[in-house]
């Protein structure tokens, strides 16, 4: 992976795993581009994935607790970029999340009785939020996750991927006219709906916008009245005390100014007898000047404390008034908050009342208001419309080249975007849009293109998935993908395509992949093995890094079931060797 793609993606940094089925402890550490874990059948190399769909807010299950726990626990560290998606920036600001270097870590724990806990920067969530969170940090591709790619909504979501920032824009510039467009029609249907009642709504609104204009509150101010009242209130009591704060520092013989002098003029002997008393001197001496300031600044205070019987009053007043127009037009759990709903409430009366006074009038103005905001709206969906037929004629090209390269020479693809007709006889508009997109498979030569979801095989499915991801990664802000045994279903030639694309993929993206096939795992950067122990009726697993020699005899044991196999093992080096040229 390239240091600037590197800094500019979020990255799964390691997965810590407790008493989760058969791995009693491990911590699992991941490195930029392409991560792959082997191990041999029943391992536990199942229980990685399952680890981090927990972290990730997938389903809790106490069966997957080990034999002998209370518990299990499994955590995430991701590492952020510094510019962050849009996305993921909202999920931050709204969780109000604070970012330590760049880093943040999702936890979850599940207990005996089948409840969970989720956590985030070490404080309590929800499983909801810590799902939300992981769709901006990781895309995960289990063994029947490429089923989601039949779906729609998958396949407009990854033709949005691929389309970029100048999709992304066009949709939001969508998706905000849709606002404004439903936003005024619930007016309209409001109005309508509630013009029977609309005399007793007016005379509460024009009381509600004399009784503000009288007053004119303002945010927060309750309590600054309380604090000033509270003040005026006890000028006398605080009088007493500030004076016998200033009597005890500047009494003539007993103030603690007078007595800090002498242990200065004392200490200042003994310094010069004892160079270690020195080091004493200049911090007795910042003690006595900054009691001195506090009593100055009591002096001062003294000075200017007066009571002020006629202020008080028109304070108490006030407050009085402020309280009251609170809790008659206010809502909320105390005071301040009912002050500021009041206050924002009064902020959009006039408006309303316009609303209500217009009667037909203002219905037949709101309704011309809409066929212009219909017209923006439709106007934005055929950009998004067009933009998106671009992309898709692009999506078409590089995804059959990248199918052709995955052993599938004659494989062709297509995503048609048909958009909506007769928009303006609508009645809804999609939240994402309102084009059909549909993606289409043909795996050999003069092949009919059908939908995928009857055109795939298991291993096709995968190879398209796949091929779809290389290229969408290099637009997608997306910072992880896990592949679950994406080589389900294939072998020789077409595993090691497998395994150069997905190497490929890891130049944009970290990528994680648990595989079962030597063809794959000889293109890894960092090569994770999970192996088991067992003794008598318990079974441990554990997960290292395999490097160097270690990592020879683990492809030899791939490619035969033996280790030892010199055979194998000659297999073996040819293979990475092969990577190595």
């Excluded at 409840?115 to 969170?133: C, D, E, F, H, M």
């Excluded at 096709?460 to 290099?474: D, F, G, T």
């Amino acid at each position: 992976m390239s240091e600037a793609t590197n800094k500019s993606r979020s990255r799964l940094e390691e997965i810590s795993i407790r008493s989760l089925g058969v791995i009693d402890s491990a911590t699992i550490e991941f490195s930029p581009g392409l991560n792959v874990i082997t191990g041999e059948t029943g391992a536990g190399k199942t229980m990685v994935i399952t680890a981090l769909s927990l972290v990730l807010g997938g389903k809790a299950d106490s069966d997957l607790i080990r034999r002998g726990s209370d518990r299990l626990s499994a955590s995430g560290r991701f590492t952020l970029p510094k510019a962050l998606p849009s996305a993921l920036e909202k999920i931050i600001e709204e969780q109000e999340l604070e970012i330590e270097e760049s880093e943040i870590l999702l936890t979850r724990t599940v207990n005996q009785d089948g409840k969970s806990r989720a956590q985030l920067q070490g404080l309590p969530t929800t499983a909801t939020i810590l799902s939300n969170l992981a769709n901006e940090l990781i895309e995960i591709h289990g063994q029947h996750g490429t089923l989601q790619l039949s779906k729609p909504a998958k396949q407009r979501e990854m033709l949005d991927a691929f389309g970029g920032s100048q999709t992304q824009e066009a949709l939001e510039k969508y998706q905000e006219v849709l606002a404004a467009y439903n936003e005024i029609k619930n007016r309209i249907r409001e109005l309508q709906k509630v013009a029977k009642d609309k005399d007793q709504e007016l005379e509460e609104l024009a009381s509600l916008v004399s009784d503000s204009g009288k007053l004119k509150p303002k945010l927060g101010e309750l309590t600054t009245v309380e604090i000033e009242i509270n003040r005026l209130e006890s000028v006398e009591e605080i009088r007493q005390s500030i004076t016998g704060a200033a009597g005890a520092l500047d009494g003539e013989e007993n103030g603690s100014l007078a007595l800090l002098n002498q242990v200065r003029r004392l200490i200042a002997i003994a310094g010069r007898k004892d160079p270690k008393i020195e080091a004493l001197i200049s911090r007795i001496d910042e003690a006595f000047y900054s009691l001195s300031d506090i009593s100055s600044e009591l002096s001062n205070y003294l000075d200017s404390l007066a009571a002020d019987p006629m202020r008080l009053e028109e304070l108490i007043n006030r407050r009085v008034g402020l309280r009251n127009f609170a809790k008659r037009y206010g809502a909320g759990a105390d005071l301040d908050e009912s002050l500021g709903s009041a206050i924002e409430r009064a902020g959009q009366a006039e408006e309303r009342i316009l609303d209500l006074k217009g009667g037909e009038d203002r219905i037949a103005s709101l309704k011309r208001e809409e066929k212009e905001i219909l017209k923006q709206l439709i106007a934005a969906s055929t950009s998004l419309s067009k933009l998106r037929a671009q992309c898709a004629v692009s999506l078409d090209s590089k995804v059959t080249k990248e199918l052709q390269a995955l052993a599938m020479p004659k494989a062709s693809f297509k995503c048609a975007v048909t958009p909506a007709e007769n928009l303006l006889e609508e009645a809804n508009f999609g939240a994402f849009g309102n084009d059909e997109i549909e993606m289409l498979f043909a795996a050999h030569a003069g092949g009919e293109l059908l939908p995928i979801s009857k055109a795939a095989s298991g291993g096709e499915l995968s190879r398209l998935m796949l091929a779809l991801e290389v290229v969408v990664a290099e637009t997608s802000p997306k910072g992880t993908y896990l592949f679950d045994e994406v080589d389900a279903g294939i072998g020789g030639k077409a595993a090691l395509e497998v395994g150069k694309r997905l190497k490929k993929l890891a130049q944009f993206s970290q990528i994680i992949v648990v595989t079962h096939l030597p063809q794959v795992a000889i293109w890894a950067d960092n090569h994770l093995r999970v192996f088991k122990d067992s003794t008598g009726s318990i079974t441990e697993s554990s997960i290292s890094k395999v490097e160097a020699a270690e990592r020879e005899l683990e492809i030899a044991r791939m490619l035969s079931g033996l280790e030892e196999s010199e055979h194998a093992q000659e297999h073996a080096r040819e293979l990475l060797d092969l990577v190595k040229g």
